[in-house]
Structure formats: C-alpha cells, structure tokens
C-alpha cells in the first residue's frame, strides 16, 4: 500500500512536470525566404490571438524583414521588403499607426528565439478569422499561401499598397484576398477601374462616393472580426476610413 502511494505521487509530479513543459503555441512561421517586392530575405509569422480593441481576437499576420529587426528596418530603409510603395512608412515621413517597437518587435524577438514552429499546411487555420498583414504588405509573401489560408478562414481582413504593382505577374488571388489601400478618391477610382475593391484612409469622411461607406467600426462600433467588409472581394461595398494612429497629423491626402 506504502508503495503504491508513493508511485501515485511521483506520478501526479510528473504530470504536473509534463504540463509545465508544454507550452501553447502562440503562432507560426507561415513563410521565410525572398519577398515578391524586391527579393530580401522576409518571415511571415501568425500570431494566435489579438487583444486589439478594434479588430478583436483575430489571428495576426506579422510580415517582417528577417534579418532586421522592424524597428532597424525602418531606419535603414530595409522595411521597403515588407511595405514596398507604401507611402506612409515611418523613414519617408509617413503616417502608419503601426508601433513598430511594441507588437512588431515582440514577434521578432520571438521569431529569432525560435519560439514559433513551420507551419507546412495551412489548415491550421480553418474556420478562424485572420488578420493578414496586421503589419507589412501581404503582396511580399507567396500568393499560393495567402490563397490556401483564404480558403480555410471564416473571415480575414487584408489591404495593400501594391495594387498598382503589376511587376510580378496577375493580381487575381491578391483581388481575392486583399482590399486595395488607397488615399485619394482619384486613387479609389483607379484602382476600382482594375477590378479592386478599395479601402480609402481620409481626412475628410464627409466626402464619400456612391459606392463607398465609412468604416463599421467608426459609425456603429463593430469589430472586425465580426464585420466581414474587409475581405477583399466577397463584398460590394468600398470602405472609407478616417486617418488615425499616433502619426496621423502626418497623412497627406492622395500622397
């Protein structure tokens, strides 16, 4: 009976052992290697969860230069490996709302630490809601995978700035997934011209064209993960947001 008891606590140990040592995974290498913007060496990691206030609990997608860090990146201009012809990146001056020391940073750090495991098959993600890009532009990573994550998720959101970038090859699986990011009506209309749906940052959210409504979240508090408009194109409508984040005196309408 003495021995039994003894057998029973060293087993309740080691359970409480084994539980200590396996951690949840908090995200996935989804891509490493060369960026389709211009060749340099980038990493795609999703990150699990969000505690982002007006996305809700998305999963995140982090598109970041591999071999600087965002916040080194900025500063020598290597961050045009994930942001490409966006104009609001931080070293031109821009606007982005995007901290690069805090979130961005922290999933690098992770990245480097090896915290994060390949993730080979996209089906890890059915039936959750993606944020792709919640920094650097989807365009960087290969369209096979954003395609293969499109087709498992229940909801993503997505934009990016390389809509009028044709260098490497037929935008329709970017169509599919991704909204453009415009900053003029001139711009929404061009790129609308092209068969995109638009996503229009403004300072003036009194000026809206027929086809365009204001951001969900901005008119009746609804979070993305909830709202679907964003998805690229399975919807309608165009979205029209006004400029926020801390660098938000710096936009220039149509830069």
Not at 172 to 181: F, H, Y
Request: aromatic fraction near 8%; proline fraction near 3%; hydrophobic fraction near 35%.
């Amino acid at each position: 009976m003495e021995n039994r008891k003894v057998c029973v606590t060293l087993q309740k140990h080691f359970n409480i052992w084994i539980m200590a040592k396996v951690k949840k995974v908090s995200g996935y290498v989804i891509y490493e290697g060369a960026s389709r913007i211009n060749g340099k060496n980038i990493v795609a990691v999703v990150t699990m969860e969000s505690n982002n206030v007006k996305t809700g609990n998305m999963a995140s997608m982090w598109i970041l230069n591999s071999d600087e860090s965002p916040t080194e990146a900025s500063k020598s201009g290597n961050d045009d490996s994930v942001c490409g012809l966006c104009p609001h990146r931080h070293n031109l001056g821009g606007a982005c709302y995007v901290t690069l020391f805090q979130a961005p940073l922290q999933v690098w750090k992770s990245y480097k630490k090896g915290s994060y495991p390949k993730a080979d098959n996209m089906d890890i993600f059915t039936d959750m809601k993606v944020r792709f890009g919640a920094y650097g532009d989807p365009y960087a990573i290969p369209l096979d995978i954003l395609n293969n994550i499109k087709s498992v998720v229940k909801n993503n959101t997505s934009y990016t700035h390389q809509w009028n970038n044709e260098s490497n090859g037929d935008n329709a699986i970017l169509k599919k997934v991704s909204m453009a990011s415009v900053d003029s009506i001139e711009e929404a209309k061009l790129a609308q011209s092209k068969g995109w749906r638009t996503f229009r940052v403004t300072k003036d959210d009194t000026v809206l064209m027929e086809n365009e409504i204001i951001c969900p979240n901005y008119t009746h508090d609804v979070q993305c993960i909830d709202c679907k408009l964003c998805s690229g194109a399975s919807n309608k409508k165009n979205i029209v947001i006004p400029v926020h984040g801390a660098k938000k005196s710096k936009f220039v309408e149509g830069e």
